[in-house]
């Protein structure tokens, strides 16, 4: 059974920075694409970025709002995805999904965890 | 850049059908994917590729598409299946990844 665990949010002041982890298990992590999602509060699911597997190129690639501030890593060793967000806006309010991907689609999220930007 | 345009609601009555639908630029073009989000827990995969239902989804959610828009419908709809509703599709011209902006169903 696939199982993503998110981890690391938290409130923190405007133009701060945070990391957040996902535990992932229950498939070949190594081969898979990894991404997140957001969702602020209220509102609809929004895309942040996606990095492919290394067979694939290991490449990533975000969304224009997160693109130079948010970058996504993954440690094949330890089945880890990260999101490090780096200058944070009070608009990056929001829950973060993990997601895994099925070509094109997200066929498997985590639980999410809420990021809080405020002062 | 692309949008998809859903509306923001849909009423149905128990036992009836439920059709929520998903607008975009040439959308016939696009593989088009459905999710389900219930209140406070996390998306899930209701439809793929248009019209495939991932395992344990029910036959009564079924999967369409004509040039410009993208269906969902919900055959006998049940009072589980209230909760909102989100289209998707790749956008292959900035290898972007893009949702709708969402329907919620309301069981009457």
């Known amino acids: 059974e696939v199982q993503l665990v998110e981890s690391g949010g938290g409130l923190v002041k405007p133009g701060g920075s945070l990391r957040l982890s996902c535990a992932a298990s229950?498939?070949?992590?190594?081969?898979?694409?990894m991404g997140w999602v957001r969702q602020a509060p209220g509102k609809g699911l929004e895309w942040v970025g996606r990095i492919k597997s290394r067979s694939d190129g290991g490449t990533r690639d975000s969304a224009a709002p997160v693109k130079g501030r948010f970058t996504i890593s993954r440690d094949d060793s330890k089945n880890m995805l990260y999101l490090q967000m780096n200058s944070l806006k009070t608009e990056d309010t929001a829950v973060y999904y993990c997601?895994?991907?099925?070509?094109?689609?997200?066929?498997?999220w985590g639980q999410g965890t809420l990021v809080t930007v405020s002062s | 850049s692309y949008a998809l345009t859903q509306p923001p609601s849909v009423s149905v009555a128990p036992g009836k059908t439920a059709r929520i639908t998903c607008g975009g630029n040439y959308i016939g073009t696009k593989n088009v994917h459905w999710y389900q989000q219930k209140p406070g827990q996390a998306p899930v995969l209701v439809m793929f590729?248009?019209?495939d239902r991932p395992t344990g989804i029910p036959e009564r959610f079924s999967g369409s598409k004509s040039e410009n828009t993208a269906t969902l419908t919900i055959s006998g709809v049940e009072a589980g299946d209230e909760a909102d509703y989100y289209c998707q599709v790749w956008d292959s011209s900035t290898d972007h990844y893009v949702f709708g902006t969402g329907t919620k169903v309301t069981v009457l």
């Open positions: 590729y248009d019209s």
């Open positions: 997601t895994t991907y099925y070509s094109s689609a997200f066929d498997s």
């Open positions: 229950g498939f070949t992590f190594s081969n898979a694409w």
